[in-house]
């Protein structure tokens, strides 16, 4: 009976290695650099998906033929990594001491705020006042709408903004609002594009903390674009081929090199910055498993990996559920409680928060 089982459960092994290469595959993809594979660099977004199908025949293995759960224990054990970046689990989720420092990153979706709607109802400012985060870095922001009432967020005594693009997307800002003084700014322009970056150096307890807040490439995917994603995950046979999706794979690449400049900008100027306490936090338009968030943990910890739990969805339209929103830190800090905060719901951004301690 014994090898009566075998053979008729060969097949499905034949699957599984299949299955294993794959995810091994998606789960070192963002060593490749989107430059000269960018098709092959989009893999890490197959990732989740892939994981699933991975862990669904270790539970088959476990309970049919526990022998063949080795192949997906070693599978593991070569993406451990990937997948404890992707989907962390944190028992030990300690206090935060009480001079750590509360950081929080939110692309509040540009009309959110505006110069009309700028009160003490508007649902993301009372969001932000009742955070008591010590320093705010907000994307998409019309910063313009609070000097019509500078009484607003007046918790924050220094503020920064940037115009994004001299175009007609002018409205559409990065912002830093802290408790702290704001002690210099330099601003990131990327060519080509309505995105950007800014360096803010904040003195705290006679230390400067270099904080990098980043809106980098979007998917720049319309509503067409995003049917075809839903159609697909509904019926991958039949779409899968279709002029949509090869228009939508089109627009997946041409980000995702754009991204990997941009990224590559704020890695070489994060290669000369002297001071021992870095933070860099946003919306970076990519998953844990990409190009993008591998050359930044080069030189930076995660702090949603080291302090978070579960998958960490910060994007939540369309069925593009990702954590593309990140706080990632230098060695000199600990992370402590990271959390996507799903209390709000106003934008297609969930706030991603996290203490940090300096050591």
């Known amino acids: 009976m014994k090898k009566v089982l075998k053979i008729l459960l060969f097949p ?42 991975n862990a669904l025949f270790f539970i088959f293995w476990l309970l049919v033929y526990p022998r063949y759960v080795l192949l997906s224990l070693i599978t593991g054990v070569i993406c451990f990594t990937q997948i404890r970046a992707y989907v962390p689990i944190n028992f030990d989720r300690q206090r935060p001491p009480e001079n750590s420092i509360k950081v929080l990153s939110y692309n509040i979706l540009s009309n959110n705020i505006t110069a009309a709607n700028a009160n003490k109802e508007n649902a993301v400012i009372k969001y932000l006042k009742a955070s008591d985060a010590d320093i705010i870095c907000l ?17 924050y005594p220094y503020k920064s903004y940037l115009v ?24 990131f322009r990327f060519n080509d594009t309505f995105n950007g970056g800014s360096k803010y150096r904040i003195l705290h307890d006679g230390d400067t903390i270099v904080v990098y807040n980043c809106h980098l490439q979007s998917f720049g995917l319309g509503n067409e674009d995003k049917s075809t994603y839903e159609q697909i995950l ?16 089109k ?34 338009n990519d998953s844990p498993i990409s190009y993008t968030c591998h050359k930044m943990k080069d030189m930076l910890d995660d702090a949603y990996a080291s302090s978070g739990n579960g998958p960490g969805i910060s994007y939540n339209r369309n069925k593009l559920y990702y954590r593309i929103d990140h706080i990632l830190h230098s060695k000199q800090f600990k992370a402590y409680k990271c959390t996507v905060d ?16 300096k050591k």
Do not use: W
Not at 12 to 24: D, F, G, K, P, Q
């Open 251 to 284: 627009k997946l690449r041409e980000s995702a090199v754009k991204r990997a400049e941009q990224a590559d900008i704020i890695v070489a100027d994060l290669e000369q910055e002297t001071s021992p306490y870095i933070i860099v936090c946003g919306d970076f």
């Open 234 to 249: 509904s019926n991958p046979k039949e779409n899968i081929r279709s002029q949509g999706t090869k228009a939508l794979v």
């Open 12 to 53: 499905l092994l034949v699957i599984n290695v299949m299955a294993a290469a794959l995810l091994i595959c998606c789960a070192y993809s963002p060593l490749l650099p989107a430059e000269h594979m960018p098709l092959l660099s989009l893999a890490g977004l197959a990732f989740p998906f892939v994981l699933i199908f």
């Open 342 to 357: 799903r209390s709000i719901k106003v934008s297609d951004h969930y706030p991603i928060f996290s203490f940090l301690e």
């Open 164 to 187: 994004s693009n001299e175009s007609e997307f002018a409205s559409c800002y990065l912002g830093c609002l802290s408790k702290y003084p704001i002690l210099d700014v330099e601003n």
């Open 139 to 155: 994307q998409e922001f019309q910063f313009s709408a609070l000097k019509k009432n500078k009484k607003l967020l007046d918790e």
